[in-house]
């Protein structure tokens, strides 16, 4: 939120939000879509078919020029070990990182500016926070080309189900607030005219509402889908409640990201939309991209980071455990061996696809419940809420009726009396004023048994509420499991 949205853009006639969208859409995609993009794609299209042998030695030149620039430029790192002199580059790579200790998130927000490298000029500085999803943001710092090589690593993967590139029309679901809450008929989208983006809104799908969205993806030419698997899949469901899937060939593909994409989901979407389904593993901090393959497999990228798996389950065909990711893009702020808090499966054995390299069955990442507003709307993720709060620790939303939410909230030692505001100002762009918010600070937020923290637990907009439906469909696989 900022003060030119508060005051101006709901107040604007739709051609003059559409033109907002616009810009704003310039802004990205000349920020995103650079020359270094471009080279960068070019190349990694190339890696993609090279041997495992040629793709450790290509990690290990960025991983040891890396190590070097932080034991000179960032203070976190100045005490690093030089990187392993071993000949091999699998095994430079292993004894260069066991010499380095796993970064913990509260490490990190305990001394971000300890992890700013000092000779990148701070006007090339691109700032951001992670997305929030324990109720902490944490500051974070990159530049031009660690985006654009994050954004490389997805489009290689896009590029390969056939779509052309970034500015092929598409639909887009995702948090951002392109429609104001109070609006209450159609179109619940507005549309960036530079990329080619119709920005659907995420936060105005009631029951009724529903069938406007649908009319709008059957009508409005487009590529390729992409954002929220929860939000798309609401969609998904109501094009099957329909009974008429869209054409085969009307959608070249869909990709979801940002959630743990579930097996109920993947299914409803492909038939709704008859269109494959591609994943991606990402996060705010840059230190780990995978990307899914026609066979299902979570690739590691492996030009762009290292994953390790702390092993706590294994057996001849995969290992599991908690992942520490290592960026190789960021000079601006290096992570080594980060614990991102996600635990993977990594397999053993080669994939189908024939690609090189290590490859995930699944990632246990982000699973959230929707929270049901007292008039019908449905909202996933809401971990933008928090993404601002830097005066807090940890938060969870909680709902046990329609009518209203709880939240548990951590407080920083710097929370105050204007914290609490702006949080509720948030909460109520995303869920509007008829729904009771109460804020409850608390000291520790409890976890789920497998360890994993839930931002949002709702017992009347559970994820489950969504799959219910399907129930008595044979063609929608009864699983909640996380699939790739």
């Not at 310039?26 to 993009?37: G, L, M, Q």
């Not at 060939?249 to 709704?272: N, P």
């Not at 949002?456 to 699939?483: C, L, M, N, Q, Y």
Request: hydrophobic share 35%.
């Amino acid at each position: 939120m900022n003060p030119f949205y508060d005051a101006i853009y709901p107040a604007l006639p739709l051609f003059a939000q559409n033109a907002v969208c616009t810009a704003a859409g310039y802004a990205r995609y000349r920020s995103r879509f650079n020359s270094h993009f471009r080279t960068t794609l070019a190349h990694w299209e190339e890696t993609i078919d090279w041997p495992l042998e040629r793709l450790q030695a290509l990690q290990w030149e960025r991983l040891a020029r890396l190590v070097r620039r932080a034991r000179s430029c960032v203070p976190y790192y100045r005490d690093l070990p030089e990187p392993s002199d071993a000949r091999d580059p699998s095994v430079a790579i292993a004894r260069t990182l066991e010499q380095i200790p796993t970064l913990q998130k509260a490490e990190y927000s305990d001394q971000p500016d300890a992890f700013l490298a000092r000779d990148v000029p701070r006007y090339r500085l691109m700032r951001g926070r992670t997305s929030g999803t324990t109720g902490t943001a944490l500051p974070l710092w990159s530049t031009p080309e660690v985006l654009a090589e994050e954004y490389a690593s997805s489009w290689r993967m896009r590029r390969s189900t056939g779509v052309p590139g970034p500015r092929a029309p598409n639909f887009t679901f995702n948090g951002n607030i392109v429609v104001p809450f109070r609006r209450t008929a159609p179109p619940f989208w507005r549309h960036s005219a530079y990329d080619h983006r119709m920005l659907f809104s995420i936060f105005h799908m009631t029951p009724a509402n529903l069938c406007a969205y649908t009319r709008a993806v059957r009508e409005i030419p487009a590529s390729y889908v992409q954002g929220y698997p929860s939000a798309i899949h609401l969609v998904a469901r109501q094009i099957l409640e329909e009974g008429e899937p869209l054409p085969p060939g009307r959608i070249q593909a869909v990709f979801t990201s940002s959630e743990s994409l579930l097996a109920f989901q993947r299914e409803a979407i492909e038939k709704a939309f008859a269109a494959p389904v591609r994943d991606r593993y990402g996060v705010s901090e840059k230190v780990v991209s995978m990307t899914e393959c026609e066979s299902g497999s979570l690739h590691v990228d492996m030009e762009f980071c290292i994953v390790e798996v702390e092993a706590k389950k294994e057996d001849e065909d995969s290992v599991s455990g908690p992942l520490l990711c290592t960026g190789l893009a960021d000079h601006a702020t290096p992570m080594f061996r980060y614990r991102i808090g996600d635990v993977g499966t990594l397999s053993k054995r080669p994939c189908r696809c024939g690609r090189a390299g290590p490859a995930f069955l699944h990632v246990d990442g982000r699973i959230e419940d929707y929270v049901l507003t007292p008039d019908g709307r449905l909202i996933g993720r809401l971990d933008h809420i928090f993404k601002m709060q830097l005066d807090v620790s940890e938060a969870q939303i909680v709902q046990e009726t329609p009518e209203a939410v709880r939240v548990l909230l951590v407080p920083r030692a710097s929370y105050t009396g204007a914290s609490e505001r702006q949080l509720l100002k948030e909460m109520r762009a995303r869920l509007g004023n008829e729904i009771e918010i109460a804020v409850e600070l608390v000291q520790q937020i409890s976890r789920e048994p497998n360890g994993k923290f839930r931002a949002v637990k709702s017992s009347v907009g559970g994820i489950e509420r969504t799959h219910s439906v399907f129930a008595k469909t044979p063609e929608i696989a009864d699983s909640r499991e996380v699939t790739r």
